[in-house]
């Protein structure tokens, strides 16, 4: 890429007149954006009111990104009203690339999702760099950088009363051009976007001065292989089976279909944590025993979906440890079995 | 926005017939809606409306496409419902789904297939399909082995096959009654008695997992190449389509890069036999 099309790719506006353009793509768009709730912070349908509440460039909002594309309980049969067209503002790297192996399984050319692809093409996705950190973040580790290049089709920097906005795909090009029916926009200067990178490789180094010694995603499946029924006994010791680590997980995608009369499916996410995921119709299951159910999410991530697909089963977000009401953390039993 | 085919609905079929196997086994004969055709070892989805889904590997011809047949041993939920369902009734089919039995790997080799209990449903499919492309194939020796000769099914096939030139069939039970003439003992005591030109050989080994694991050691000890070995393994499953995580036995979705794998495949695989 030569600096021509670079400028081409970075505009900004004011952020009072993004504000308006956003009201008006109201008229089009449902949109998503994270705002402030009493102890937390996530999406929310945002209405004209929610518009200047919106709070950008903040790690990870509470839900995970694939709520949006994969409902926790969703008809698939039957002819629901189409989905309407959406924007999702604000998410972080480790969310969009969370997408990734979503879109290998879901959008798989031998068996394409239908329920999926309408909703994943019919969502414009306006990443947001991450300007701060919070306590687990790890992404830079697992090597995902704070801010968005692939998958998303923006990536938004705000600075000031300024909002930056990188065009990342064609769907981004298509989202630039409504914007500039609906207010004025000019290319970024030059000074701006290297006061963005600037923002960008600071995050990059705090996460990694913050996470000293934890082993990157090369090392964490051959860890995996390695640890002792020890390990994972004790690790698994508090583990109630809630199976909040797997929900609250961007990249967990497990399914149970549901049957309804007249031959309807519905799918229910489901998690291998849960008793029972594997047991068949004799009677066996591979993973009835908690420490073999508690390691087999470990070796999904870090040794499995690795040898199957490009996109990384783990971004180091740290919602599961955040979840686990049995105070397990990944990381120390990382950083343990490798020393 | 292009149509894409909606990959979780059933299509309908048709009822037309319930054959009562054994105590505990029925054959449901299905006219489906659609066409539909499926290649020997793959599996089906098959929906009872409203109650449940479960996979299953046809046991009919894979030659035959107007008709398709599975064979159910009544062992959960679901099963329970379609052991009570009557001619005229609509089940729901997808699929099919997965990697079934590369027959053309078989031409001019002799096939031993090793089967046990419910494990004859698909290979009643294989042998339909082998016996149809015989002047291909050295010989086939079928070894099944059941719990009691009330579980022996599909005894006209059996004895149809017994008279089909290149075919040899053997089988045991564990728990003979005074009317059995055949071996006793579990379905591997049947391996020491054949005589097969291993060299020139594969294997097939298809039956509830304790079978399949007692039947990969024998057959390797025999002298079987791992690459050798055909498994039709069984997992937990919901979607069939390499999506919703329940068949996963380490790297591999069974449900699509399976049911049938070579034991070089997935010896390194986690839990393979459970
Ligand atoms: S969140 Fe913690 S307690 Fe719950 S299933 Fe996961 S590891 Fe177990
Ligand atoms: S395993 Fe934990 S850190 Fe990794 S993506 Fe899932 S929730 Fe985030
Ligand atoms: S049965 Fe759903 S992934 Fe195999």
């Known amino acids: 890429m030569n600096d021509v099309t670079d400028m081409k790719n970075y505009y900004s506006l004011l952020i009072s007149d993004w504000e308006k353009a956003i009201a008006q793509l109201l008229e089009d768009y449902s949109i998503y954006a994270p705002i402030e709730n009493s102890d937390s912070i996530d999406y929310e349908f945002i209405d004209t009111e929610h518009i200047p509440e919106i709070i950008y460039n903040i790690p990870k909002p509470t839900t995970p990104l694939k709520t949006f594309f994969l409902p926790v309980k969703e008809n698939l049969t039957s002819q629901g009203k189409l989905n309407s067209k959406r924007i999702i503002i604000g998410t972080p790297n480790c969310d969009i690339q969370g997408l990734g192996i979503l879109d290998e399984i879901y959008l798989d050319k031998d068996y394409i999702d239908h329920a999926y692809k309408t909703k994943r093409d019919k969502t414009i996705l306006i990443s947001s760099s991450c300007f701060e950190t919070q306590e687990h973040c790890h992404c830079m580790i697992y090597g995902i950088n704070p801010y968005a290049k692939t998958i998303a089709d923006i990536s938004l920097s705000r600075v000031d009363q300024k909002v930056h906005l990188e065009v990342l795909s064609d769907k981004g090009e298509y989202f630039i051009q409504q914007l500039k029916d609906k207010t004025a926009i000019s290319n970024s200067p030059e000074s701006e976007i290297k006061d963005i990178e600037l923002k960008q490789s600071k995050i990059e180094n705090q996460i990694i001065a913050d996470n000293p010694g934890l082993p990157d995603y090369k090392k964490t499946g051959k860890i995996v292989e390695k640890a002792s029924d020890e390990i994972w006994k004790k690790y698994s010791s508090t583990c109630v089976s809630c199976g909040a680590c797997a929900t609250i997980c961007p990249t967990c995608t497990c399914f149970l279909l549901v049957d309804k009369p007249n031959f309807e499916k519905v799918r229910q996410l489901d998690a291998c944590q849960y008793p029972g995921f594997e047991r068949v119709a004799g009677g066996e299951d591979a993973l009835g025993a908690l420490p073999r159910r508690f390691q087999n999410r470990y070796f999904c991530k870090y040794v499995w979906k690795p040898q199957k697909f490009k996109s990384l089963a783990c971004t180091g977000c740290g919602r599961c440890i955040e979840a686990c009401i049995g105070k397990i953390n990944k990381n120390e039993l990382f950083r343990e079995v490798a020393n | ?274």
């Open chain 2, 1 to 274: 926005m292009s149509e894409t085919k909606n990959i979780y609905k059933p299509i309908r079929a048709k009822l037309l017939e319930v054959i009562t196997e054994s105590p505990t086994i029925k054959t449901f004969v299905m006219e489906p809606e659609e066409a539909f055709s499926f290649k020997t070892g793959e599996f089906i989805e098959l929906t009872v409306d409203g109650i449940g889904e479960a996979p299953f590997t046809p046991s009919s011809s894979p030659l035959e496409t107007k008709q398709i047949e599975v064979t159910v041993m009544k062992t959960g939920y679901v099963t329970e419902y379609l052991h009570n369902m009557k001619a005229g009734e609509t089940l729901g089919i997808r699929g099919p789904f997965g990697r079934g039995y590369p027959v053309e790997r078989f031409y001019d080799k002799e096939v031993l297939i090793l089967g046990g209990g419910c494990g004859f449903a698909p290979i009643r499919s294989l042998l339909y399909n082998l016996a149809a492309i015989s002047d291909k194939l050295k010989k086939v020796t079928l070894c099944y082995g059941a719990k009691t000769p009330d579980e022996c099914i599909y005894r006209p096939y059996v004895d149809q096959l017994r008279n089909t030139p290149k075919f040899e069939v053997h089988r045991t039970v564990d728990d003979p009654d005074e009317t059995w003439t055949e071996n006793v003992g579990v379905a591997t005591v049947l391996l020491d008695k054949i005589n097969i030109n291993i060299k020139d050989s594969i294997a097939v080994c298809c039956g509830p997992p304790i079978m399949m694991k007692f039947g990969t050691q024998k057959l390797l000890e025999m002298g079987y190449p791992d690459h050798d070995i055909y498994l039709s393994m069984e997992k937990n499953m919901s979607c069939g389509l390499g999506k919703c995580g329940h068949c996963m036995m380490g790297k591999y979705f069974v449900c699509k890069e399976g049911p049938v794998f070579t034991y070089d495949e997935i010896k390194d695989q986690p839990d393979i036999w459970s």
